[in-house]
């Protein structure tokens, strides 16, 4: 089945650890997307990637990198920099067309706790 | 600058009742996606509708139904008949031509819509 694959589902992490969330599609789209929910707000877009070894720096992209080595794959590394990591990451893609992208479709989300 | 509203930040209804959710936007473009995702209790975000800002006549799927109106910078979304299965949080989007190309999706804060039995 064509869709996106996030994991781990649930990351613990300690201080001053850096981890790395997984994001895969097979959907053959071109662009990628990390975003971040905190609660009880919208998403935040972390970064973006529009094309293979190509990536850009969304709006909170301060203590997070990236790469995009696959078409398939857009891994999240959340490094020790980023104050405050705990949140529900959201990892997406999406094909363009014209300039605009058609419809973003979601992973299931990666739910990271630092302890 | 661009940005999306959403007023409600929780409503709650008993089931069969209808429930409008409502989403402002501002943008300066002309050409524009407006987008309403669901996300349930599981996390995963799940696309309902696209609207091209040239076409403003609304739509109906099933219990769902859309309207977009450019005069107000609107663009609603009622679920008729409500389910405790339309349980969720609800969130609209926007996506410019002018964002670089980039698709970048400016999302509202969310409405969290709680139906009960």
């Known amino acids: 089945d064509g869709g996106i694959t996030q994991s781990p589902k649930y990351l613990f992490r300690k201080e001053g650890q850096n981890v790395t969330l997984s994001c895969e599609q097979n959907?053959?789209?071109?662009?990628m997307y990390w975003y971040r929910q905190d609660p009880g707000q919208g998403l935040r877009l972390i970064y973006y990637?529009?094309?293979?070894?190509?990536?850009q720096k969304g709006d909170i992209a301060e203590g997070y990198s990236v790469s995009r080595e696959k078409k398939e794959s857009f891994p999240l590394t959340v490094t020790s920099a980023q104050k405050n990591p705990t949140a529900f990451y959201l990892c997406?893609?999406?094909?363009?067309?014209?300039?605009?992208?058609?419809?973003?479709?979601f992973g299931p989300g990666t739910r990271l706790t630092v302890l | 600058a661009q940005k999306v509203t959403q007023a409600q930040t929780e409503i709650s209804v008993v089931e069969k009742e209808d429930v409008t959710l409502d989403c402002v936007y501002e943008t300066r473009d002309t050409t524009y996606y407006l987008f309403w995702y669901k996300q349930p209790p599981s996390g995963e975000l799940v696309f309902l509708i696209r609207r091209n800002s040239f076409d403003e006549q609304n739509e109906i799927s099933g219990r769902y139904s859309w309207n977009f109106q450019k005069s107000t910078s609107s663009f609603n979304f009622t679920i008729t008949a409500s389910q405790v299965v339309d349980s969720a949080v609800y969130f609209c989007a926007l996506s410019e031509r002018s964002s670089s190309n980039t698709g970048k999706l400016i999302f509202g804060q969310g409405t969290t819509l709680q139906v009960k039995p």
């Open positions: 990637s529009q094309i293979v070894n190509d990536f």
């Open positions: 959907l053959n789209h071109d662009a």
């Open positions: 997406a893609s999406g094909a363009q067309r014209e300039g605009l992208v058609n419809e973003q479709f």
